[in-house]
């Protein structure tokens, strides 16, 4: 298979992928390989002493959240004599907003890409403020992991298995048409999966007191459907990995210190370089030299297709990554320079429901000299603060430029 025909393939896995929300379930008993000592994170792979701040800071959470550790100093010494091991989410088929951690009795999304039969998982999300996910580990934060993963995890799961599954595709489609890029804003689609969800939680046997609390978190967490859009995009763009010959890239995520992708052609390895720190808006009494460098697996969004690619449609984002209408509609346009085709059934109102640019290129990026543009938080650079921002950021080219390496060795050029 030449390349062209290697990339409409990867194009048609793509579009083809049906991704389902079937359920949540604890990550040891759902996703492949995990177990009670490793902790996932988002990004490549990286050791210890090469991790951030907000990613040291979620790991330090993440097992005084298991009880492996009762201090943050035994959780440390348990990283660093090697008790506990650090792996990406990406190769457990999962992803994870920010710093991405995942513990073995975390309640995770389950999303079926019913194209394939196969299966992606996000953890839940925590919603604002000092949360795990930007590295924050008080006791607060823990409290509101156990509440979510005793009360808020199984009424979903069970109100989803009330509902047969929830269609994501479509929903994705919806909140794209109401004002969301599906990245950094999902006002809308947090809505349409709160009200979704609604009539069944009423109906799973919650206590009155337990019901107001998850019908609360949905009205106030404008990112709560973020978590399962991420698992939604990772089964979708796992489809369409493992084509030889493709140059389409099938992962993009960060880990606070490098920018990784893979791409479909060359297997599961990495092309990575230092991650580049955010350019945006910052929380009172917070600036650029507070800032970690990029981290996070949401990203998968930007690689099908939605995100920072879908920017024409969420005018209003400007507002919180600091930029202006106009260039929410350059965004979009300028990723159909580097995207193999186009999805129709994420259409676009501002561009007469033009489908959104899908599909990257390495080939594109490189010529053109365009990197993919990506909507962001933006983690305080030590452990224990969490969010202080939100902009933009574009991957380093060089992790594009090495793959294209790869890929012309790989076929002989």
């Not at 979704?196 to 019901?211: F, I, N, W």
């Given at each position: 298979?030449?390349?062209?025909?290697?990339?409409?393939?990867?194009?048609?896995?793509?579009?083809?992928?049906?991704?389902?929300?079937?359920?949540?379930?604890?990550?040891?008993?759902?996703?492949?390989?995990?177990?009670?000592?490793l902790?996932l994170?988002?990004?490549?792979?990286?050791?210890?002493?090469?991790?951030?701040?907000?990613?040291?800071?979620?790991?330090?959470?993440?097992?005084?959240?298991?009880?492996?550790?009762?201090?943050?100093?035994?959780?440390?010494?348990?990283?660093?004599?090697?008790?506990?091991?650090?792996?990406?989410?990406h190769h457990?088929?999962a992803?994870?907003?920010?710093?991405?951690?995942?513990?073995?009795s975390m309640?995770?999304?389950?999303?079926e890409?019913?194209?394939?039969?196969?299966?992606?998982?996000?953890?839940?999300?925590?919603g604002?403020?000092?949360?795990?996910?930007?590295?924050?580990?008080?006791?607060?934060?823990?409290?509101?992991?156990?509440?979510?993963?005793?009360?808020?995890?199984?009424?979903?799961?069970?109100?989803?298995?009330?509902?047969?599954?929830?269609?994501?595709?479509?929903?994705?489609?919806?909140?794209?048409?109401?004002?969301?890029?599906?990245h950094?804003?999902?006002?809308?689609?947090?809505?349409?999966?709160?009200?979704?969800?609604?009539?069944?939680?009423?109906?799973?046997?919650?206590?009155?007191?337990?019901?107001?609390?998850?019908?609360?978190?949905?009205?106030?967490?404008?990112?709560?459907?973020?978590?399962?859009?991420?698992?939604?995009?990772?089964?979708?763009?796992?489809?369409?990995h493992?084509?030889?010959?493709?140059?389409?890239?099938?992962?993009?995520?960060?880990?606070?210190?490098?920018?990784?992708?893979?791409?479909?052609?060359?297997?599961?390895r990495?092309?990575?370089?230092?991650?580049?720190?955010?350019?945006?808006?910052?929380?009172?009494g917070?600036?650029?030299d507070d800032?970690?460098?990029?981290?996070?697996?949401?990203?998968?969004?930007?690689?099908?297709?939605?995100?920072?690619?879908?920017?024409?449609?969420?005018?209003?984002?400007?507002?919180?990554?600091?930029?202006?209408?106009?260039?929410?509609?350059?965004?979009?346009?300028?990723?159909?320079?580097?995207?193999?085709?186009?999805?129709?059934?994420?259409?676009?109102?501002?561009?007469?429901?033009?489908?959104?640019?899908?599909?990257?290129?390495?080939r594109?990026?490189?010529?053109?000299?365009i990197?993919?543009?990506i909507?962001?938080?933006?983690?305080?650079?030590?452990?224990?603060?969490?969010?202080?921002?939100?902009g933009?950021?574009?991957?380093?080219?060089a992790?594009?430029?090495?793959?294209?390496?790869?890929?012309?060795?790989?076929?002989?050029?």
């Amino acid at each position: 298979m030449d390349i062209a025909a290697a990339n409409q393939e990867a194009l048609r896995r793509l579009l083809a992928a049906q991704p389902v929300l079937v359920g949540t379930a604890r990550a040891r008993d759902v996703i492949p390989g995990m177990h009670d000592r490793l902790v996932l994170h988002a990004g490549p792979p990286i050791t210890w002493d090469r991790a951030s701040g907000p990613l040291r800071g979620a790991v330090i959470g993440g097992l005084l959240f298991e009880g492996l550790a009762r201090t943050e100093e035994e959780a440390v010494r348990l990283v660093e004599q090697g008790e506990v091991v650090l792996e990406p989410t990406h190769h457990h088929a999962a992803v994870g907003p920010m710093a991405g951690v995942t513990t073995a009795s975390m309640v995770v999304y389950v999303v079926e890409n019913r194209a394939t039969g196969t299966r992606a998982y996000c953890n839940l999300n925590e919603g604002y403020g000092k949360v795990l996910r930007y590295g924050a580990y008080s006791e607060e934060v823990l409290a509101r992991l156990r509440w979510m993963n005793d009360v808020l995890g199984p009424a979903v799961g069970a109100a989803l298995e009330r509902m047969g599954g929830l269609d994501m595709k479509a929903l994705i489609a919806r909140q794209l048409t109401m004002g969301d890029e599906g990245h950094n804003r999902n006002v809308a689609g947090s809505a349409l999966f709160g009200r979704l969800l609604a009539p069944h939680l009423a109906r799973v046997g919650l206590p009155p007191d337990a019901l107001e609390q998850v019908l609360r978190y949905f009205a106030d967490n404008d990112l709560a459907v973020l978590n399962p859009v991420m698992a939604a995009c990772k089964a979708t763009a796992d489809a369409a990995h493992g084509i030889p010959g493709s140059t389409v890239v099938t992962c993009m995520a960060r880990n606070g210190t490098d920018f990784g992708i893979r791409v479909s052609g060359l297997g599961d390895r990495w092309f990575t370089a230092p991650a580049e720190v955010p350019v945006g808006l910052y929380f009172p009494g917070f600036a650029a030299d507070d800032a970690n460098p990029d981290i996070g697996d949401s990203t998968i969004t930007e690689t099908v297709g939605i995100g920072a690619f879908a920017m024409a449609a969420a005018p209003a984002i400007v507002k919180f990554v600091g930029g202006t209408p106009r260039e929410a509609m350059d965004a979009t346009l300028e990723m159909y320079e580097i995207t193999v085709g186009e999805n129709p059934a994420f259409g676009l109102p501002p561009l007469d429901f033009r489908g959104t640019p899908t599909g990257i290129d390495v080939r594109k990026v490189v010529r053109t000299g365009i990197t993919p543009r990506i909507n962001t938080g933006i983690a305080h650079r030590r452990p224990g603060i969490g969010q202080i921002g939100a902009g933009l950021v574009r991957p380093p080219m060089a992790c594009f430029e090495r793959a294209l390496e790869a890929l012309a060795t790989a076929l002989g050029r």
